[in-house]
């Protein structure tokens, strides 16, 4: 083929490409607000506010960002909003080892920025983040452990390596806590006993459950 | 050099090195800050918007002076206007500037950062296009002056040639691309979605177009290889890279909220990314042992070099986890860090290098120059910088394993499972410090001191065919 050949083969096979994208393109902007609920004022606040606070710069949203710090696309649904919430104002309070440092968000910018995750958090992402497919950690089985997962205990607390970091590990709870009331209260209203928790009461739990999660906790020595 | 004006490459190249010095010395704070958060007064987002918007710049600067260069080279005439191009200049550093303060200041005091008729004034807070919408409109301001008086000088000399024209359109398709980020979207998806049409569309197609044409005039300079011959491959690579590149923007439409028949396209078309650029370095290499006349070793050495890594980083390092099925698990983690790292480093770092290493020689007419800094600064990067990718690479398997496989917490896997590989990345980042700064007393001493003899000389002639 002679270069003119080669160079018009160049021009109009990329043109020919684009018009398909630019096709895919229009196609799927249709389609994209039946993949995600409706954006309400307060979510697109919130949105403005991730942008001022250039969130990104240490955090990935969707998987894309800087990877320095957890993706936040599902971080509504794996942990409590009063968290999350004390945690935007001033992570230190309620974590002393966060990395994060005090942006100065007040309590309604991280209502608002809240409200944009929990957004993000219900797109119809194909699937991801997975599930991790390898999670059979070895617990004990005991009617206590079923609570503990059953009520999300560990999208914050680690046992044994296995667990979140955003409250105390409890791998030897019982040694530092060995009163069985303290626990009792702490669960139905953690700030009744430690008054900056940042941890939620769960008075929904029955009084059966409260029973055999806090046995269950008295065997982490 | 054969035209004056051609001497203006030189100020974009000079600004060009600083920046990339500045971006290094930034990355390694950022790596010490995964060991130690707190470690300097500016919080890591601030350094990380530094270290990748350096990056931008400066790569976008040392293209703006190569085209200065090759264009009046090309055309057989003076640029159109040599003012204009002073102008240009000078008003994008005085716009890097501010912008790169606004940075610091937001680092100091967040809420600086104020919405101002509808826009942020510091900093847009979305990776990589982070600087503000006044600073966008400099930008493209700065971009058209500078692509008229290109098109103006191959205008006017009614000479075009197939380097030029592909340049041209290379970075005429990187101005319009440019554009899709500079509008504000209320669903995040739709931004991500326009996002990375800027971004892959930069460095997936419009770059590896300048690139491919930047190719063939570095080895039509260095190498008495036929013009035809090389304008012909040139075609075909920069047409291959459109043909995969344009639709493969897919894979990064797996997992943002788009629907589900970009797997498909993505998977496909990306996956087959890496043939233009396996072709570009069958090309180098074709080249260089066809035509033995060589004049200047150093410069093909990095052109050479640019083409092996282009593949390496941006072509296998990619395609490894650009299938949906393995980027389930590894997308969002380390592995995309490894993979960028290495892409930048061989498509762009390299190539701007080369061309540096090409055309200053012509810009301060000594062609026979000494090049032994040159190719120890070049050793001492890569071998820093393939450890910098180890490290990162292992970094995300541990990562994609123990987070996304067995469930454990980010954090966790962070600061105690990665940590090892976090301490050889900064170490190996001091290395590639040490690389760079050979190269920046190279750049300023080049063409000033005696060039070796013999062997050692930096132009060859070879009569024997390989």
Known sequence: MSNRGVRNLFIFGSLFFFVIFIGLTVDTMKKLDKRAPEITEEVDQGKKLWHKYDCIGCHTILGNGSYFAPDLTKITVNKPEGYLEKFLVNPRKVKPSAAMPVLGISPEEAKKIIAFLKWISKVDTNGWPPKPVLATYRMPRSPGVTVFQKYGCTACHMINGVGGTSGPDLTHVASRKPDRQWHIKHIRDPQSVVPDSAMPGFPQMSEQELNQLVDYLLTLK | MKYKSQKIAEYFYTFAVLLFLVQVVVGIIAALQFIWPDFFPLKFNIIRDLHINA????????????TYFVVPEEAQSELWSLPLAYFQFW?????????????????????ANKFVFGTLLLNEGREYIEAPRWADILIVVSVLLFLLNN?????????????????????????????????????????QFWWWWVVHLWVEGAWEVIA?????????????????????????????????????????YYWIGTPKYWLWIGGIFSSLEPVPLLVMVWDAFRTTRVHRVVTNRLGLFYAVAHAVFNFVGAGLWGVIHTVPMANKWTHGTQITTAHGHLAFYGAYVLLVISMIYITLPLIRERTDFRTSRG?????????????????????????????????????????NYNLVFWIVRAISGVGFLVGVLIFVVDYFKLGHEPAEVGAKSNVSVTTHAA
Not at chain 2, 55 to 66: D, E, F, I
Not at chain 2, 224 to 251: C, D, K, Q, S
Not at chain 2, 388 to 412: F, H, K, N, P
């Open chain 2, 55 to 66: 990056l931008v710049v400066w790569l976008l600067m040392g293209l703006m002076g190569a």
């Open chain 2, 91 to 111: 008003a994008t550093v005085v716009t890097v500037t501010l912008v790169v303060l606004g940075y610091i200041w937001m680092g100091f005091n967040p809420h």
């Open chain 2, 151 to 191: 098109f103006m000088t191959m205008y006017k000399s009614k000479r075009w040639t197939g380097i030029q024209g592909t340049l041209l359109g290379g970075l005429t398709f990187l101005a319009l691309m440019y554009l899709p980020g500079m509008f504000y979207t209320k669903s995040m998806v739709k931004d």
């Open chain 2, 212 to 252: 491919g044409a930047l190719l063939a005039f570095m080895l039509l300079k260095v190498t008495n290889a036929p013009r035809h011959v090389l304008e012909r491959w040139m075609y075909i690579e920069v047409a291959l890279v459109l043909f995969t590149g344009i639709l493969g923007t897919g894979h990064h």
């Open chain 2, 375 to 415: 190719y120890t600064s070049f050793w001492v990067m890569t071998i820093s910088m393939i450890f910098i990718v180890l490290s990162l690479t292992g970094a995300g398997m541990v990562q994609t394993y123990m987070e996304r496989l067995v469930g454990l917490d980010y954090v966790t896997v962070k600061a």
